[in-house]
């Protein structure tokens, strides 16, 4: 069992920045992949980041803005979100397979609860 917790959410206005962390417990292997998702009201849930290894991935609607790093002694993935736009607003939610199978491929079977980012004047 792998459980991941969330924090960092909360209420910024447009052009401001949150740092999302998520740490993970449990029986993880390594390497495992770590990633962001996000979902907002009347959308689908959709990939922010990854990271597998030290290599990385964004969506195309953060890059350049958003940063993706992990404290592997921590097993603690963070999100660094900067320049944010109301159109972030969404529940962030941590993702990992937990080292299960394929080392890279996302979204594995574990789920954070979620943390909301509202972006807003």
């Known amino acids: 069992q792998v459980q991941l917790v969330e924090s960092g959410g909360g209420l910024v206005q447009p052009g401001g920045s949150l740092r999302l962390s998520c740490a993970a417990s449990g029986r993880i292997f390594s390497p495992s992949a770590m990633g962001w998702y996000r979902q907002a009201p009347g959308k689908q849930r959709e990939l922010v980041a990854t990271?597998?290894?030290?290599?990385?991935n964004y969506a195309d609607s953060v890059k350049g803005r958003f940063t993706i790093s992990r404290d592997n002694a921590k097993n603690t993935v963070y999100l660094q979100m900067n320049s944010l736009k109301p159109e972030d607003t969404a529940v962030y939610y941590c993702n990992t397979n937990g080292g299960y199978g394929t080392p890279w491929l996302l979204p594995g079977d574990y789920w954070g609860q979620g943390t909301q980012v509202t972006v807003s004047s």
């Open positions: 990271i597998t290894s030290g290599i990385t």
